[in-house]
T-cell receptor
């Protein structure tokens, strides 16, 4: 079963506009969430994270929102830049029960058009 | 630090052959993870080690897959015999003890693209 789901395989936006990437999860034990970014022929790299005690975390152009009741999180990128074009993975952790293990979603390919 | 190192970067083999993927984690990291990336399932965790000891191998698809970590600086993922459905990108990642820096941040290698004909 896919405990972390990213239902949009791809997203295309114009440079300067907002990109919103979504992620849903089913395991209520998840209490820490991360977003990773992946360029072609490279490994994923960490982008931003959020603990379940918060509902928002911001880092420059990147903001992650967490809605625990809906088991939903989203990554907002504003303004979007062509260099943001990459695959974005959502990941979740249940620290009490699974320690260091991360469960990843399928990924969303973001394309930012100049 | 050179980051996580994986070899080979690309591997093409024929069905039935043995394949060995190699990983060198970041020095000082206590955890090592093997993932497989596919279009349908994204990044799947295959197995992970803590201090060279396998902790969770529930993601290993079948007995054809095996992983070892003989020391803190080296791990292998072996597929024997390989099948066309094993074709994917395999990533190795490492991390330090949870609670330091960003919790659970894992550092990934560049991956090995495996093609089984």
């Amino acid at each position: 079963d896919q405990q972390v789901k990213q239902n949009s395989p791809s997203l295309s936006v114009q440079e300067g506009r907002i990109s919103i990437l979504n992620c849903d999860y089913t395991n209520s034990m998840f209490d820490y969430f991360l977003w990773y970014k992946k360029y072609p022929a490279e490994g994923p790299t960490f982008l931003i994270s959020i603990s379940s005690i918060k509902d928002k975390n911001e880092d420059g152009r990147f903001t992650v929102f967490l809605n625990k009741s809906a088991k939903h999180l989203s990554l907002h990128i504003v303004p979007s830049q062509p260099g943001d074009s990459a695959v974005y993975f959502c990941a979740a952790s249940a620290r009490e029960t699974s320690g260091s293990r991360l469960t990843f979603g399928e990924g969303t390919q973001l394309t930012v058009n100049p | 630090d050179a980051g996580v190192i994986q070899s080979p970067r690309h591997e093409v083999t024929e069905m039935g052959q043995e394949v060995t993927l190699r990983c060198k984690p970041i020095s000082g990291h206590d955890y090592l993870f093997w993932y497989r990336q596919t279009m349908m399932r994204g990044l799947e965790l295959l197995i992970y080690f803590n201090n060279n000891v396998p902790i969770d191998d529930s993601g290993m698809p079948e007995d054809r897959f095996s992983a070892k970590m003989p020391n803190a600086s080296f791990s292998t993922l072996k597929i024997q015999p390989s099948e066309p459905r094993d074709s994917a990108v395999y990533f190795c990642a490492s991390s330090s003890v949870p609670g330091l820096a960003v919790y659970n941040e894992q550092f990934f290698g560049p991956g090995t693209r495996l093609t089984v004909l």
